[in-house]
């Protein structure tokens, strides 16, 4: 298979983190019999620096022509003082805009050897978690009308509106069915049906979607609040879950946090097609930048993301997977996630191991 990937390597740890995961995507093209190519682009604020602007015309368009983008990190104090509109982190909403990516997929998974690291207790999470927030990314609330007025009876009152469409519900559970295809078969859909009406028109959309497209998945609803419960009680009967743009937002940090460590952590953006925009949850941690201690993992779980999910090749994911499970039971650990006992290594290291499994 050949696949052209544009790379926005940003900013602070990003080069070090994209450098990583290209070296072990090479490493799957020369095992597996594919050919990637890689195109470097600007974005952020070393575009800010090159050429005054954080998400210049030239990468737009070669993202497009690209068969799926990996990302970084954007921003740093160097350009912490720009007003709003001029700052690296524009240049990300710009090309999720460009890009038409409407879902933000991020699995927090706690992998078996750092189960230490959850705050949950072991029983819990020792057979390991992986949870998959799919969360619609450009509708409900945080997209709805909203504003303030007088109220004559109670003072200044403000209002949000969450509001969903069939178009909208529809495209988010086919991410979230296709992605549970290659999984367990099974989503876990978040409303709060009890109560609201949009929530209501989520919940008979997806089943519906389902039972029409998806006749092989298993949907089941589950209120937001008794999810928020569940995460915690039992976090290891979820795998895909199903989110609105606010339910996600709050349910997808309460399930990273069960895995303990943000340099862990991959997440990917989807629209129609099959290109995405893969890149570690965590920023570009400019403290420990051009160090070489920064973890490459999170970065290089979301290029293995992309060869499953853009690229359907879940054979090449799995490796990548597998090949990060054994480095981490051989006791391997970047500075963030060191525990005693283990053996500590830099970044280029961590990457090297990895590549070396594949
Ligand atoms: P951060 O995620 O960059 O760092 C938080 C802490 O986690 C730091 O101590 C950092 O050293 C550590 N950390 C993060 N990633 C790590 C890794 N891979 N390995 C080891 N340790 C890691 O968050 P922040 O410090 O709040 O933000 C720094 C900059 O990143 C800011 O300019 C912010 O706007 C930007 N940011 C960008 C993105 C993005 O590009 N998607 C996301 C969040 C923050």
Known sequence: MKKHIAVLAGDGIGPEITDGAIAVLKKVAEKFGHEFTFEPLL??????????EPLPAKTVERC????????????????????????????????????????????????????????????????????IVVRELTGGIYFGERGRYEDEALGETAWDTEKYSVTEIRRIAK?????ARKRSGKVISVDKANVLESSRLWRKTVHEYAEENYPDVTVTDMLVDNTAMQIVKNPAQFDVMLTSNMFGDILSDEAAQVTGSIGMLASSSLGDGTRGLYE??????????????ANPIATILSAAMMLRDSFSLTEE??????????????????????????????????????????
């Open 43 to 52: 974005m952020g604020g070393c575009a800010i620096d090159a050429c005054g």
């Open 64 to 131: 497009l022509a690209s068969d799926s983008v990996l990302l970084g990190a954007v921003g740093g104090p160097k350009w912490d003082t720009l007003p709003g509109d001029k700052r690296p982190e524009k240049g990300l909403l710009g090309i999720r805009k460009a890009l038409g990516l409407y879902s933000n997929i991020r699995p927090a998974k706690l992998w078996k050897a750092l189960a230490d690291a959850s705050p949950l207790k072991k029983q819990l999470v020792e057979n390991g978690v992986e949870i």
């Open 175 to 179: 991410i979230a069915c296709e992605l």
């Open 280 to 293: 570690p949850i965590h920023g570009s941690a400019p403290d420990i930048a051009g160090q070489d201690v």
């Open 317 to 358: 994911y799995a490796a990548i997977e597998n090949a990060i499970a054994k480095v981490l039971d051989e006791g391997y650990r970047t500075a963030d996630i060191m525990s005693e006992g283990m053996t500590k290594v830099g970044c280029k290291e961590m990457t090297r191991l990895i590549a070396e499994r594949i």
